[in-house]
């Protein structure tokens, strides 16, 4: 596997389910994002992690809990989730920022989820 | 705070002709800018960015973006366009205060016509 990769690809859930969405990169970067794509808005970032430790949190409901157990894996874990929930989950990797500026982020190809 | 404003959800052109979609930033610090493209079905892949080198910055597939601070402005221009372009494009932008936060424009599909 190269790159960015996420599991499922494709996810339906009702509401009252618990799920997990995963992600592993294998470019050997240290920090970890999971962005939320709805349609006809920007993209909205949820949670990044930088060496393990979480260093954003977006005002995120507490039905989506993050977890990141090494730098090349991150987890989304997903319950009673609402229908309004349902859109792309992107997660992105990157080297963690430092003196020479951002780094591009390297995303993965997205679960689609649809709550019912 | 930063934000980006990308003119025209959907923009439309000719195989071959000019393709031009706009960037529009503000930051109150030096800003980092990049355009992120989006084929159907995938994640956002890095077309270029601008980190206050040249201001005019190549990236891959033939596109290229100019840094304008007077207008603000990191325009993405493609001087032909071809059938797989056809995707959505991001504009984004980013400081080195900003910590790990970029901020995305709402994006603009461009549609190639045969």
């Known amino acids: 596997e190269t790159g960015v990769t996420q599991t499922p690809r494709h996810l339906v859930m009702g509401m009252t389910n618990k799920k997990s969405l995963k992600c592993e990169q294998h470019l050997g970067h240290n920090a970890m994002y999971w962005y939320k794509q709805s349609a006809k808005k920007p993209l909205e970032l949820m949670f990044v992690y930088s060496l393990e430790e979480r260093v954003e949190n977006n005002s995120v409901p507490s039905r989506f809990s993050p977890e990141c157990p090494n730098s090349s894996h991150l987890f989304l874990h997903l319950h009673t989730l609402q229908p309004e929930d349902s859109a792309l989950y992107l997660c992105?990797?990157?080297?963690?920022?430092?003196?020479?500026?951002?780094?591009?982020?390297?995303f993965g190809p997205g679960t689609r989820l649809t709550v019912t | 705070a930063q934000s980006v404003t990308q003119l025209g959800s959907h923009v439309s052109v000719s195989e071959g002709a000019l393709v031009l979609l706009r960037c529009n930033y503000s930051?109150?610090?030096?800003?980092?800018l990049f355009w992120y493209v989006q084929y159907p079905n995938q994640g956002l892949q890095l077309l270029l960015k601008y980190t206050s080198a040249a201001t005019l910055v190549k990236g891959i597939n033939g596109f290229e973006a100019e840094f304008k601070k007077s207008e603000t402005s990191f325009h993405l221009t493609k001087p032909s366009a071809h059938m797989s372009d056809a995707a959505e494009y991001f504009c984004a932008v980013s400081t080195d205060t900003g910590g790990f936060k970029t901020i995305f424009g709402a994006g603009t599909r461009l549609f190639v016509k045969a």
């Open positions: 992105a990797s990157s080297q963690a920022q430092g003196l020479a500026g951002p780094y591009e982020q390297y």
């Open positions: 930051s109150s610090v030096p800003p980092y």
